[in-house]
């Protein structure tokens, strides 16, 4: 293990900038960067820190560089975009073994690669703390983005996937690592991979723009009940969720029991599942479900937008007020 | 003095994301930010940490919020365009002072209004050191942005105005600090400005841009030996620079010697004056000086671009190469 020169760092990330994307006028060595293309941008960026956003003791490097790139590559997912180009911002403390960043920038690379996008800058400075600050750029389709603001009473509310694996995933590690009582990890694979490694989901999100149907959306990172409470605010309504019809992974019943934490926990209350979360025009729910089997995609409805404030589930003993009891960054 | 809360910050950083600048579609509160304008984009983006890229027993919060976007914006200024969109990131220890926080904030918004450009995003994080991200987004005139590669042999070399002011100024405040040993700093605070309030040159990048006759542009962030060697390297040339040429503030002479240093240690080689360098189309010099005595600015000739490579200084006792003997962040 050796800690990292300014040099080899510099060499890595030109390596990780490579490829010449259309719309790229000028790549990094400038003063700034220049790009070009017709039509609006999306932007959106996120700073992560050591021991806060992630653990270094049970995340692999490789896999935290794809993580860092995908949660900024949801958010433009989340808005119906597709992704083009990427900033990278490394906080780097001096002694961080240099192998380490390697792999990172492997892992950000490959993640790149996968989504057509390309690293144009970023700042690479020391510090005390590893800091990690990604910023993707993205481009709606023809048909425009779409907001978290245009849900309206009736729309059904829909996820893209199960929700709960991410949060159960990241406290089966945090268990493992410091009390090594987990016998059979493996079974919960799908749980742990959804933590260290979640997918943003780019071309469902690109398959709801062209829909046409879809009228508010934004990806789950904060948990069902605070995202879905970010979606009723933003577009003034309540919303009323079926808690019988939330999808989750076979393995969380399993995983819920050995951490002592009920599904319900999990699903409605932890973060960092990238899944969508969107509504669909009154009255379209079947013609909605065509269009997405024909485009191979699953999706799951999970209530109804209704008058009033507030996100409220359904039981089997009643209703329950739920709104923004997610997980806070 | 009491530590920042969330909602505090929250409801701050929205007041500075005040406004609605023409060619901004969606502001702050969705997943991502949406900008539209026709042409392209620049974008640049710096990290600032604490003690490492400035001190905060000497830079008064304000200044630092308004330093942090002048450094970005600086490098929208040397390629000639003009900046409309702004991300601040932040990374926040739990114990900072909230009225730090606040100052630097106002500090923040009062150099975007200064520019008629608009914070639209960002994040905000917990972490054990205070570290600053900001990106800046701008375009280029009509007539294109420009590059740091496009001096040609026989084109005449200049700057915006006097070096080495930042440097001495960041000292003669260490000194301060340290040794309380320095009387009479009154007359020194055109140096010391410099350093803690530095003024990015958009109008005079602009009027460059328009002149037609530069060929090569960078802002001096990193010292003119080292700012100058890039422009060098970029454009495959060398460049000669007259030392009697290089302006300086005329309180630099004193300071020099207050410091035990010599004035030509400044102008060279110390960073962050964020003056703009730059390149003029051979024999066009009478006609840019023309030019911009018209838009009533200054420029100052302090050499020649010529074959080969490297950045050689010409002093009385003859010549001297000097390449990258600039600041390293």
């Known amino acids: 293990?050796?800690?990292?020169?300014?040099?080899?760092?510099?060499?890595?990330?030109?390596?990780?900038?490579s490829g010449s994307h259309k719309g790229l006028v000028k790549?990094?060595?400038d003063d700034c960067c220049e790009i070009s293309k017709q039509g609006s941008?999306?932007?959106?960026?996120?700073?992560?820190?050591?021991?806060?956003?992630?653990?270094?003791?049970?995340?692999?490097?490789?896999?935290?560089?794809?993580?860092?790139?995908?949660v900024n590559l949801s958010d433009i997912a989340a808005m119906g975009g597709r992704p083009y180009f990427v900033l990278l911002s490394l906080c780097l403390p001096v002694d961080l073994d240099g192998e380490w960043i390697n792999q990172f920038l492997d892992g950000a690379h490959e993640i790149l690669q996968e989504f057509d996008t390309q690293l144009i800058g970023g700042d690479t400075v020391k510090g005390?703390?590893?800091?990690?600050?990604?910023?993707v750029f993205g481009q709606p389709q023809?048909?425009?983005?779409?907001?978290?603001?245009?849900?309206?009473?009736?729309?059904?509310i829909w996820v893209s996937g199960v929700l709960?694996?991410?949060?159960?995933?990241?406290?089966?590690?945090?268990?493992?690592?410091?009390?090594?009582?987990?016998?059979?990890m493996s079974r919960y694979q799908a749980l742990i991979n959804a933590h260290l490694n979640p997918l943003p989901r780019i071309e469902y999100g690109l398959d709801l723009a062209q829909s046409k149907m879809v009228t508010a959306m934004q990806d789950i990172s904060d948990g069902l009940a605070t995202d879905m409470a970010h979606i009723c605010n933003a577009s003034r309504v309540g919303a009323s969720l079926e808690k019988n019809q939330i999808p989750f992974h076979s393995a969380l019943p399993a995983a819920a029991m050995l951490l002592n934490r009920s599904i319900e926990d999990f699903i409605l209350r932890s973060g960092e599942d990238y899944e969508l979360l969107f509504t669909v025009k009154k009255e379209c729910e079947k013609e909605f479900l065509r269009f997405m089997e024909e485009k191979g995609q699953t999706a799951h409805q999970i209530g109804m937008i209704r008058a009033g404030e507030g996100v409220f589930l359904q039981t089997e003993s009643g209703e329950e007020e739920i709104s923004f009891q997610g997980y806070e960054h």
Not at 51 to 66: E, T, V
């Open 142 to 156: 023809q048909c425009g983005s779409i907001y978290r603001n245009g849900a309206s009473i009736g729309d059904s």
């Open 41 to 70: 941008w999306l932007i959106s960026t996120d700073t992560l820190v050591d021991s806060i956003h992630f653990d270094r003791r049970w995340h692999p490097p490789a896999l935290l560089g794809r993580k860092s790139v995908a």
């Open 164 to 184: 709960g694996s991410a949060g159960a995933g990241l406290e089966l590690l945090a268990a493992e690592t410091k009390e090594r009582m987990l016998d059979g």
């Open 128 to 135: 005390k703390e590893l800091v990690i600050t990604v910023t």
């Open 27 to 29: 790549g990094i060595g």
């Open 1 to 17: 293990m050796s800690s990292w020169s300014e040099r080899s760092l510099i060499e890595n990330i030109s390596r990780v900038c």
